[in-house]
Nanobody
Framework: QVQLVESGGGSVQAGGSLRLSCTAS????????????MGWFRQAPGKEREGVAF????????NYAASVKGRFTVSQGNAKDTLYLEMNNLKPEDTATYYC?????????????????WGQGTQVVVSS
């Protein structure tokens, strides 16, 4: 059974930084020879869920939403079962619940409908 567990959310002032982590179990080892995508989505109150940042396996191709490019960095641990999101220069509009995801695809999609596995989410609040 695939399980994704996020951590690292919290409250920070605008301009600050946070690092989110996601531990994935039940997927990486059994799909070591497959193409798949790990990434982060977020959902702000009253808004639709949106793709934020992605990294493909095994080629490690990175994709970012325009709103976070240059401020956020996505990376994986060596064992490919841990995902990180380094968030710098945070803005109030980054306030949202952030979800770790896995998609069984060689290309990383920003569409929530293309995600196969979701974590429970971790909340990020950025105050002005």
């Amino acid at each position: 059974q695939v399980q994704l567990v996020e951590s690292g959310g919290g409250s920070v002032q605008a301009g600050g930084s946070l690092r989110l982590s996601c531990t994935a179990s039940g997927y990486a080892d059994s799909n070591a020879d497959s193409n798949y995508c790990m990434g982060w989505f977020r959902q702000a109150p009253g808004k639709e869920r949106e793709g934020v940042a992605f990294i493909s396996t095994p080629r490690s191709i990175l994709n970012y939403a325009a709103s976070v490019k240059g401020r956020f960095t996505v990376s994986q641990g060596n064992a490919k079962d841990t995902l990180y999101l380094e968030m710098n220069n945070l803005k109030p509009e980054d306030t949202a619940t952030y979800y770790c995801t896995i998609s069984r695809s060689s290309s990383c999609s920003f569409r929530p409908a293309d995600v196969n596995y979701w974590g429970q989410g971790t909340q990020v609040v950025v105050s002005s």
